[in-house]
């Protein structure tokens, strides 16, 4: 069994709707990273957290340590919004390493 | 600041034939790692570093090498190559962590295609 799981794997929208992917751990972590992968191949990073929540701009990603459970949320999603979402955590006590999940890949249309 | 760089950015290998990846830095950062990305899987840990002259192993260490003489620097080493290397090569930097967060926000390179016939 991954130590990450990310729902859904695909995710078709339309334009200005309101997205959520799901991230589930099984390991105590650290913290959490959530991070874009354009079309072209290039990965950056949009949230670390550790608790609560954080937000920027039309992105809001929460956490939950208790239940092992984070969500990125997306309002008024955009067709530039599309990319593959990626969920990393940072195993507790671990010895430093990152856990990526598979990915969620999310198309906007117009 | 250029941030992460690696190079070359994509490369065509026979079996059997070595080659190295650099990554370079330009934010004194601590941590730096190299990871593997293949069709259906998440990104895969090869080796990592938490500073100049600190590797460790990661998930898939087999057929790699790396060092970390400098703080800027950590190059990938593919000893002899094989058509299961055949892959999209990612380095990452980050600052160390304080307290129980080891790693810090990510920083990513642009990626290396790697083709092993």
């Known amino acids: 069994k991954n130590e990450v799981e990310q729902s859904p794997q695909n995710l078709t929208a339309q334009e200005g709707e309101f997205i959520t992917i799901n991230c589930s751990y099984s390991v105590g972590i650290s913290a959490l990273h959530w991070l874009q992968q354009h079309p072209g191949g290039g990965i950056v990073s949009l949230f670390m957290l550790s608790s609560g929540k954080k937000k920027h701009g039309r992105l809001i990603a929460t956490i939950n340590i208790q239940e092992k459970h984070s969500s990125l949320h997306i309002t008024a999603s955009h067709p530039r919004d599309s990319a593959v979402y990626i969920c990393a955590v940072g195993i507790q006590g671990g010895s430093e390493k990152l856990v990526f999940g598979k990915g969620t890949k999310l198309t906007v249309n117009p | 600041n250029a941030g992460v760089t690696q190079t070359p950015k994509f490369q065509v290998l026979k079996t059997g034939q070595s080659m190295t990846l650099q990554c370079a830095q330009d934010m004194n950062h601590e941590y730096m790692s190299w990871y593997r990305q293949d069709p259906g899987m998440g990104l895969r840990l090869i080796h990592y570093s938490v500073g100049a002259g600190i590797t460790d192993q990661g998930e898939v260490p087999n057929g790699y090498n790396v060092s970390r003489s400098t703080t800027e620097d950590f190059p990938l080493r593919l000893l002899s190559a094989a058509p299961s290397q055949t892959s999209v090569y990612f380095c990452?930097?980050?600052?160390?962590?304080?307290?129980?967060?080891?790693?810090?926000?990510?920083?990513f390179g642009p990626g290396t295609r790697l083709l092993v016939l």
């Open positions: 990452a930097s980050s600052h160390r962590g304080y307290g129980r967060v080891k790693q810090e926000t990510q920083y």
